[in-house]
Antibody, heavy 123, light 109 residues
């Protein structure tokens, strides 16, 4: 059973860089896009971006200029960095298994979620 | 402002059927599958419906999805108190991004 364990700094000052890491355990890492999705307090879900281990990536247009997603296949990890954080970036950030990539016709995107990490940006 | 439009809240009584709607555009719902997620407070969302109307194993058949044109719906029949949660629709947009609805909070009276 696939499990996602995520961690990173929970408190940032404005203008600092948000950095989170997600490790994938118990299942295949390749053949999937791995996404980050966030949820501001009391708000809905916002997709940040996705990346697979074959070099494919997609980003939310509203965040693309500040977001970097990286993959470390040796550790089955995906990381998120978000530059120049502001209070508007305060949210719970989820690492999520997305759609299949390459030959993997995985039909159920966002079927496995990490527990979420609350990141607060405040001076 | 979410790309997909959902009513912010709905309510129903036990046993009733409620339908949650999700409206989009030709670039997302009109051309691609719709997915539905259920979220309880303080927890991660869970997929209820994939590819418009398919249920993952373990999801009760009280939950059903449909799509027509640029709109989609999630129907919950035989409403139960444990169905009280937030519901989100999602779809791939042909501008290379995933988009979500703003969520519908369902209250079981």
């Amino acid at each position: 059973q696939v499990q996602l364990q995520q961690w990173g700094a929970g408190l940032l000052k404005p203008s600092e860089t948000l950095s989170l890491i997600c490790s994938v355990y118990g299942g295949s890492f390749s053949g999937y896009y791995w996404s980050w999705i966030r949820q501001a307090p009391g708000k809905g879900l916002e997709w940040i971006g996705e990346k697979d281990n074959a070099g494919g990536s997609n980003y939310s247009p509203s965040l693309e200029s500040r977001v970097t997603l990286s993959i470390d296949t040796s550790k089955n990890q995906i990381s998120l960095t978000l530059a120049s954080a502001t209070a508007a970036d305060t949210a719970v950030y989820f690492c999520v298994r997305g759609q299949g990539s390459g030959a993997n016709a995985h039909p159920v995107p966002f079927d496995v979620w990490g527990l979420g990490t609350l990141v607060t940006v405040s001076s | 402002q979410s790309v997909l439009t959902q009513s912010p809240s709905m309510s129903g009584t036990p046993g009733q059927t409620v339908t949650i709607s999700c409206s989009g555009r030709s670039s997302n719902i009109g051309q691609n599958y719709v997915y539905w997620y259920q979220q309880f407070p303080g927890t991660a969302p869970k997929v209820l419906i994939y590819r418009n109307n398919q249920r993952p194993s373990g999801v009760p058949d009280r939950f059903s999805g449909s799509k027509s044109g640029t709109s989609a719906s999630l129907a919950i029949s035989g409403l139960r108190s444990e169905d009280e949660a937030d519901y989100y629709c999602a779809a791939w947009d042909d501008n290379s991004k995933w988009v979500f609805g703003g969520g519908t909070r369902l209250t079981v009276l």
